[in-house]
């Protein structure tokens, strides 16, 4: 388990321009910290430092640590807004936890053994995936950093929901909460496209040959003629 740790301090302008200013000149990130008792914080965050760890896909569900001057917060990523061409980071929302309430986030979906998969290296067919991560609810001492889904046994056809997935004790799904009809598929393995042309076209082949023996006698006879 990786301990995130980040360093802040409380931002006074605000603004537009005040968040290009911070960014441009001081090569920091503007962002909030809201959620529980206190009032929403704005604050800033060195570009670099937010930027390597937003590298690691653990941060992105882990209690992070989030030192602002003199006080810390334990808090969440909630939201990143990112540059649409540059690798700038423009904001970022921070949601205050407690560790005796419940949160909820998502979490990633690790898949594995998707090349020894059933339905893959025997089958051959191609995973599908539906989800890269889950809405759930727990306490904060019982976040996973990921969910892992085991495609090892998966076939052809097979779709793999919700409620198919190993949650941790003391996680619940978001979506599972509201219903089975809503126990939403999360991936499946596909016959390969190719293959379903090539099928198509064999069967072509084979009628076309059925008929050339007919059709060859014709023109045989016609150059008798």
Do not use: W
Request: charged content about 30%; overall charge negative.
């Amino acid at each position: 388990m990786v301990d995130f740790v980040l360093n802040a301090k409380n931002r006074n302008e605000v603004g537009k321009g005040a968040s290009r200013r911070l960014r441009r000149l001081a090569n920091e990130v503007p962002a909030i910290v809201y959620g529980g008792k206190n009032a929403p914080q704005k604050i800033a965050l060195t570009h670099n430092e937010l930027s390597h760890a937003l590298n690691n896909e653990a941060f992105y569900s882990h209690i992070l640590t989030l030192n602002i001057d003199d006080k810390s917060e334990d808090v969440i990523l909630k939201d990143v807004q990112r540059h649409p061409a540059r690798p700038i980071i423009l904001h970022v929302d921070f949601l205050r936890v407690s560790k005796t309430q419940k949160l909820t986030t998502r979490v990633p979906l690790h898949f594995i053994n998707e090349e020894a998969c059933v339905g893959v290296k025997i089958e051959g067919g191609i995973i599908a995936r539906s989800m890269t991560d889950l809405e759930i609810e727990c306490l904060p001492g019982d976040l996973p950093e990921y969910i892992e889904i085991d495609m090892l046994e998966v076939s052809i056809g097979h779709i793999i929901h919700i409620s198919d997935l190993a949650i941790p004790d003391g996680v619940e799904s978001v979506a599972l909460q509201h219903g089975e009809g809503h126990d939403l598929p999360v991936a499946t393995v596909n016959k390969r496209k190719e293959e379903e042309v090539l099928d198509d076209v064999g069967v072509d082949e084979a009628e076309a040959d059925a008929e050339t023996p007919e059709q060859g006698g014709d023109d045989e006879a016609g150059e008798e003629e």
